[in-house]
């Protein structure tokens, strides 16, 4: 099984610790990648694969770059907030750009795989209330659906009516035009990939069931993680129980939720492993040793050296039993 961390910095001494994990990969966002990070990286383990996270639909460095990629609710107001920045799935500048930095990084003989984040469209999902925008009603986005699924039909020019006529008899249409804005930038990005590199393609993936939220993973997010996955290499549900106010037992019903697909799960984000007992701990672990998982990924080391007893903990089950 592959075992990895996502990792913030290449400082020598922390890398030197994650080792003693039996680590046989890092992730490392994209925004942090350059050819000194890797050569640290590599330094200190030279067996390790480095994987990288590239943030697909959100940032506010990009909706800068790209301002006509705002996302607009169904009132028609501007979902951006100081804390998140959602962008537009169908904006054509920002897909181009994430493709092109795909296709440069697919390049880089040091990289194993890249990981697609924040592959939906915006909503902030980590609260166990999450917020939800219920997005995109752009011009770009109306005019799309518009013209691919309704054959230009025309559509209310009223901003209420046309929510409504979107909520009611175009409901099905809607619900297969933002999975398929989604799924189709997959399919985009592993053309790029396919023509120049044997480098992997992965996701990671909002833990939500197709009931929760009034079937929001479609509705609202346009994911589908079974579509997703006949089109990617592997997916990474970011199963954080914890931070969702959910107990050990969720973790479990979503890999046999997911059990169709190859699985690389995130798990124990810093507060996350900062709150769980030794214990709960160990349950989690056993739990995933149990499972049929290409490999699994702690979502935030940072804090892994701080606790002698939960360090010791993970060791046994990374370099033991996993």
Known sequence: MEKSSQILNSDPAFLRLLDELCLSSVIVDEKNLDETFISSVLRVNDGLNIDVSVEVFSGGELLSEFPSAAPLEAEGRDCSKDWYYGVC???????????????????????????????????????????????????????????GYLNNEKLPESRKELVEAIDGQFYLEWLEFKTKTITSFVESASEV????????????????TDKEYGSAITRILGQNAFELSSKLDFICPMLYFKLNEKDLSFVDEMLEYYSSCVLYPSILTSKELDSMGILELQSLLSLLSKKDLMGLSIADSSQVFNNEEKLKVLKEAFCEIL
């Open 89 to 147: 799935p169908n904006n054509e500048d920002v897909r181009r750009s994430k493709l092109e930095r795909i296709k440069e990084l697919s390049l880089n003989k040091n990289i194993r795989s890249i990981i697609l984040s924040s592959l939906h469209y915006p909503t902030y999902w980590i609260p166990s209330e999450p917020i939800i925008f219920d997005t995109c009603y752009c011009e770009v986005c109306i005019n799309k659906f518009r013209e």
């Open 193 to 208: 990939i396919s023509g120049i590199s044997s480098v992997k393609l992965g996701a990671f993936i909002i833990p939500w």
